[in-house]
């Protein structure tokens, strides 16, 4: 491809992106082809011969396109966001186009010191304590890995990744935890029969008293508890561990302590959810997603650390063909982390952060939080549907239930509700299940969500009633 038709293209890709921000509207919000729609069309080997960008950009139009799912659609209610924005799709276009390897500080100073700046910034814009250091991981999956294994290492005194672990090691977490806990556990090599899962109270939060009680007879079985992992904003329905409390009892049985915020850690940068950061002096390790909450487009996640040296001895390796002059005063972020290739992430994050500015940021989460609250209001007055949580920052859980149907019979409407709302293409949404109750969650988080996206919702899911249950 010479510098013309890159060019022609790369025009032509802007435009149809910034067309595909207006109109993603217009598109079924759930891709509906069935499995295998999309491999039947392609070849089943590559050409040996150079292909047209004319042809292959045909192609992504007309095959590749219906077998997307929109996360950029206003109408998305599913899951949690995975938001990008204009200003996020021009820092990833030019870590895309220069095409630097940041694995270290000299493989790019700049992607370095700027990943520096930028985590300061969210250090401060959340309000975590001044000492927490950031880096830059893919998946918050990955942090909580991070978290795990530096867990394990320092209650091992550094000698597991050496010689292996025989120590009985124990990992805490509420029975609300993401399943990205259990994979690290596993993979960590704690084994899962070593995941302790603590009860919640009613509203899916951690009980601290629980925890103690059971990090208490552990010690007496002659387990040693190495890790416990608080969750900010629980993936099923929002809920906020208490972290000051089980701080307390990690700092009395000297165990580290992760928290994730991988969702709801967005919410903290507003003054008015400050709450949401409470206890964070007590904790080793914290992420959050930037990828998620904070129109940054994946990936991208936020790992702060409160001593660095742990997580860099954990996975620092540093053989003869990676050492430079400067290693010694610089960050090699190699080290802070699981992969040695390292992308220029920060670019985008620095992208989003100056194009909005801080209170733009925080107008676009209060404007979600408040839909959200709106949502969770209609419910409440509804005769017909009922909260089956308390309602959350971006988050309502809730379900239809006319007061006269047995449980088994709910759980069975609610799925095939839910079905029949999805096939609307209007609105995506997604469900969890709550104390055995088949739960329908509304997250409000799409960056152009607006209140009559919200409204529209409300109106097709009643609709669906009216069609499907009241008929
Ligand atoms: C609370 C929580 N933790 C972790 C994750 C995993 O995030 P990632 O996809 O960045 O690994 C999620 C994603 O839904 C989440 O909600």
């Known amino acids: ?86 200003a996020s799709v021009l820092g990833e276009l030019l870590t895309a186009g220069i095409g630097a390897q940041c694995m270290s500080w000299e493989t790019s100073p700049a992607a370095t010191e700027l990943e520096e700046v930028v985590m300061n910034w969210l250090r401060n814009m959340l309000g975590l304590p001044e000492n927490f250091s950031g880096v830059i991981q893919d998946t918050a999956s990955t942090a909580t890995l991070c978290a795990l294994l530096t867990a394990r290492e320092s209650k091992t005194k550094y000698s597991s990744n050496a010689k292996g672990f025989y120590e009985k090691l124990r990992v805490y977490a509420s029975s609300e935890v993401h399943s990205s806990i259990e994979k690290g556990v596993k993979i960590a090599g704690y084994g899962r029969e070593n995941l302790q899962y603590i009860t919640t109270d009613e509203n899916y939060a951690m009980l601290p008293g629980e925890l103690e009680k059971a990090i208490k007879s552990d010690v007496q079985a002659g387990y040693k508890p190495a890790c416990v992992i608080a969750t900010i904003g629980t993936t099923s329905s929002m809920a906020v561990d208490p972290v000051a409390e089980i701080g307390e009892i990690c700092k009395k049985y000297g165990v580290w302590l992760h928290v994730d915020a991988a969702m709801a850690g967005t919410a903290a940068i507003l003054e008015e959810m400050k709450y949401l950061v409470r206890g964070l002096e007590f904790a080793d390790s914290f992420v959050f997603n930037p990828h998620k909450w904070l129109m940054t487009n994946f990936d991208c996640s936020a790992y702060f650390v409160k001593e660095p040296e742990h997580l860099i001895r954990t996975l620092a390796i540093n053989p003869e063909y990676l050492k430079t002059a400067k290693d010694a005063q610089v960050n090699n972020y190699r080290d802070w982390g699981i992969q040695l290739g390292r992308r220029f992430k920060a670019l985008k994050l620095w992208f989003v952060i100056r194009q909005y500015g801080v209170d733009g940021l925080k107008a676009i989460i209060r404007k979600h939080i408040d839909m959200a609250a709106q949502f969770a209001k209609w419910v409440e007055a509804s005769e017909e549907f009922e909260l089956v949580a308390p309602a959350n920052l971006s988050l309502v859980c809730f379900r239809w239930n006319d007061g006269n149907t047995s449980e088994d019979k709910l759980n069975d409407i609610n799925k095939k509700l839910l079905e029949k709302i999805n096939e609307s293409g209007k609105v995506y949404l997604t469900h969890t299940v709550l104390s055995g109750k088949y739960t329908i969650r509304m997250s409000v988080g799409q960056r152009t969500t607006e209140k009559e996206d919200v409204e529209r919702a409300w109106e097709v899911i009643r609709d669906c009633v009216g069609e499907f249950i009241n008929k």
């Open 1 to 86: 491809m010479d510098k013309e038709e890159f060019k022609k293209y790369g025009y032509e890709f802007i435009d149809w992106i910034a067309d595909y921000f207006e109109n993603v509207k217009n598109y079924p919000v759930k891709s509906p082809v069935s499995p295998g729609g999309i491999k039947s069309k392609l070849p089943d080997f590559p050409p040996d011969q150079s292909e047209s960008v004319s042809d292959i950009w045909n192609d992504f139009r007309d095959i590749i396109l219906p077998g997307i799912t929109h996360w950029q659609h206003p109408g998305w209610f599913a899951y949690f966001p995975a938001n990008n924005s204009p």
